[in-house]
C-alpha cells in the first residue's frame, strides 16, 4: 500500500510538472521569429518618446518581467530588449503608471489594447488608426491568459 501511494504521488508530480513546463514552453516554442535588430532599430527612430523597461517593478519576478527600451510613435510601439516567455501577451495603453496587477485590473476598462505580442526578444505594434498616443503616457504588457502583470514603463 506505502508503495502504491509513493509511486501515485511520484506520478502526481511529474505530471503536474509536466504541465507547468508544457504552459511555459509552447509559446517559446510556438513563437514567429523576432524582428530583426535593425528593423526595430530603425523603426524606433520615428518614435516620438522612448522609455526604459525595468525588472524592477513591484508586479515583475522570475516568471514576469520585461527589459529594455520602449519606443512609442504616432503610429507603432517598438520593443528592443526581452520579456519573458508566457502565453497571450498584450501591449495596452493607460494613463496613469502602474507596476501591479491589482493597479491594472481597477484600471483595465480604460486601458487601450494596442495589440497582441508574440515573441519575447522585442517586437514591433501598429498603434491602430484612431489613437492618440498623448491621451496615454504608459505602455503596459500583460498575460491575458492568467490575468498576469509583465511590465510596464512611463513614456511621459
Avoid at 522609455?51 to 527589459?67: I, K, N
Avoid at 495596452?92 to 483595465?108: A, C, M, N, P, Q
Avoid at 503596459?140 to 510596464?152: D, K, L, Q, S, Y
Wanted: net charge negative.
Amino acid at each position: 500500500m506505502r508503495r502504491f501511494i509513493l509511486l501515485s504521488i511520484s506520478h502526481a508530480v511529474t505530471l503536474v510538472l509536466g504541465i507547468a513546463g508544457g504552459i511555459y514552453l509552447l509559446p517559446i516554442l510556438t513563437a514567429p521569429a523576432s524582428p530583426e535588430p535593425a528593423m526595430l532599430e530603425a523603426s524606433a527612430r520615428d518614435a516620438r518618446f522612448t522609455a526604459a523597461l525595468t525588472r524592477d517593478l513591484r508586479g515583475s519576478d522570475l516568471l514576469h518581467w520585461g527589459e529594455g527600451t520602449i519606443s512609442v510613435g504616432a503610429n507603432q510601439i517598438v520593443h528592443e530588449g526581452r520579456l519573458a516567455p508566457g502565453p497571450d501577451y498584450r501591449v495596452y495603453l493607460v494613463d496613469r503608471f502602474v507596476e501591479h496587477e491589482d493597479e491594472f485590473e481597477s484600471i483595465k476598462d480604460t486601458a487601450r489594447e494596442i495589440g497582441p505580442v508574440n515573441t519575447f526578444e522585442g517586437f514591433l505594434l501598429e498603434v491602430p488608426e484612431g489613437v492618440n498616443i498623448e491621451d496615454y503616457n504608459t505602455v503596459v504588457v500583460w498575460c491575458e491568459a492568467f490575468g498576469e502583470f509583465i511590465t510596464a514603463t512611463q513614456y511621459r
